[in-house]
C-alpha cells in the first residue's frame, strides 16, 4: 500500500534508529527503499543488514549523486499506490503511515501532511525536543491545491519539505526532483501538489526531524544562495501562470529566500547587490500584504533603514540565542 523511499548518505550514528522506526509502524503494508548514495562510512553495511532481516526492504547501492538523485533512483521501482520520503538521519513515530493513510481515505484527499517533532542530541546523547517552526492549527485541517500552494508559499502550517508528507504515488508521473541542486524540495513540492484535487493537514507530531548542525539543511554556500533563489524564482513563474491568485504569495516566498541568501554567510559583493536589488523590488508590496509572514514584513521594514543595518540587525538576533 504505501512505499517508503530513505535517501542514505553518511548517517551511520543514526540509521539503524531510522529503519527501526519504519519497520514497526503499525501499518504493516509497507515496502522500504534505503538507497545508499555513495556512503563512505557503514551506512550500506547497515541497510544491507536491514534487508537481510525484513523482506519489506530494499536496498539500492548508487554513486553519490545528492539527495535527488537518491530519491530519483527509487520512485520508477516503488509498487505502492501512495510514497512517502524520509531522510536517513529522522524517524517516524510508530502510527505515521497508518495515521496518515487515514486521513487521505477518511478526507479523499491526494496527499496528506502532518506536523513535525524537531528535536536534536545533547552532548550526553539525551533528545532536547526544540520548539514548533509553525503556529498550530485545528487538528485536521483541508486544503484545496491552491490552498496548500498558499500555506506553502507563506511558510504557514506547513511548508515545502518531500518529507512529513503522504503522496498518491501517481501524482510524480513526469515529476523528478531536480539533480544536483539545494533547496530540490521548493523545486518539486508545488508541481506535485499542483496536480491535488484535495490536502489534509494533521497537527499530530507523526515525523522526528532531526536538526543537526553538520547537515546540509544549515550549511549556507554561494550553491546554496544561487540555487535557492533559482527555485523560487521559477516557482513563482510557474505559479503565477498556473494560479494567478498566487501572485502574491509567491512574491513573498522570494522575498523570504532573498533576505536568506543576504543574510547567510560573506557572500560575493555581485551576489550581493543582485539580491539587494530583488529585495527593494519587492519588499513594499509584501509589507503590505496582511498574509505574509510576520518575520518577512519586519524584514522589508529593516530593510528600508539600509543593507548594513539589516545584516547589523540579524547578525545581534543571532549572537542573542
Known sequence: MVSIIVAVYN????????????????????????????????????????????????????????????????????????????????????ECVEVMLDLINKHGADV???????????????????????REVEDEKEYTAQQALETILYQ???????????????LFCGVEYPVGRIFEDIGTTYRVIAKCRKVVFTNRKLYCYLQRPDSLAHSVSLKHVLDGVDMVQQQEQDLNQAFPALKKACRCRCLSMYFHGILSGEQPEEVQKTLWNKIKQKRFAVLTDSKARRKTRLAAMISYLGKAPLQKIYQLKVSCR
Not at 119 to 131: A, T, V
Open 156 to 170: 504557514k502550517d506547513f511548508d515545502a519539505s518531500a518529507c512529513g508528507k503522504l503522496y498518491r504515488t501517481e
Open 112 to 134: 496528506s501532511v502532518c506536523n513535525e517533532l524537531r528535536f536534536c542530541y545533547r552532548e550526553d546523547q539525551s533528545i532536547e525536543i526544540l520548539p514548533d517552526q509553525y
Open 11 to 94: 548517517v551511520e550514528e543514526y540509521l539503524k534508529r531510522c529503519i527501526d522506526s519504519l519497520l514497526e509502524q503499525t501499518c504493516r503494508d509497507i515496502e522500504i527503499f534505503l538507497v545508499d548514495d555513495g556512503s563512505k562510512d557503514q551506512s550500506g553495511v547497515i541497510c544491507d543488514r536491514a534487508k537481510e532481516q525484513d523482506s519489506r526492504v530494499h536496498v539500492i547501492h548508487k554513486p553519490n549523486g545528492g539527495l535527488s538523485s537518491a530519491r530519483n533512483a527509487a520512485l520508477p521501482l516503488v509498487r505502492g499506490e501512495y510514497v512517502m520520503f524520509v531522510d536517513g538521519d529522522d524517524r517516524l513515530e510508530p
